[in-house]
């Protein structure tokens, strides 16, 4: 049962648990806002529970799984990406490290919100495909398309400030 701690799976989600706790924390009293009757820290608190609740759910599947005795590392549900056949279990670590840089670029301001998710959605499509250009083409479409979408989603619908208003 303790070796499944010594796996990728179980550090990168307990990684994630801490990232996702920190921003429950830090988001978790923020002040009522003027449009917004939960005020600005509702969505981040919502997310990051969200996330955190996932993780958790990871956690213990993962100990579930090894307390059974199959091993996780050779389950296909550990890996994210494969390709042509063989698979690749660090697809997960690029994804980790694409979404801090991600959450570091908002807490540095480095930019508007569109220019800043763009490249990691087209980043994190990419990492879970085969690089060609054809998926190239498809993962720059998608990424402009979520992010210019749900910037304006969330600016003039649920008015939410994001950086870059």
Not at 75 to 104: C, H, N
Not at 121 to 128: D, K, P, S
Not at 131 to 138: A, M, Q, S, V, W
Request: with cysteine.
């Amino acid at each position: 049962m303790l070796r499944y701690i010594y796996t990728l799976e179980a550090w990168v989600t307990i990684g994630l648990f801490s990232i996702s706790l920190a921003f429950f924390v830090s988001a978790y009293g923020l002040p009522a806002g003027v449009f917004d009757p939960l005020g600005p820290g509702s969505v981040p608190e919502m997310v990051s529970a969200l996330l955190c609740f996932l993780c958790l759910i990871v956690i213990v599947r993962g100990f579930t799984r090894a307390q059974s005795g199959t091993n996780p590392q050779g389950e296909d549900a550990v890996d994210i990406i494969k390709r042509e056949g063989q698979e690749t279990p660090y697809a997960l670590v690029g994804f980790f490290g694409f979404l801090v840089l991600y959450l570091l670029a908002f807490q540095w301001e480095l930019g508007h919100f569109i220019t800043i998710t763009v490249p990691f959605v087209f980043a994190t499509i990419l990492l879970l495909n085969e690089f060609t250009l054809r998926n190239g083409i498809i993962a720059l479409v998608i990424a402009v398309g979520l992010s210019v979408g749900f910037y304006y989603v969330m600016t003039d619908f649920f008015v939410i400030r994001l950086p870059g208003i």
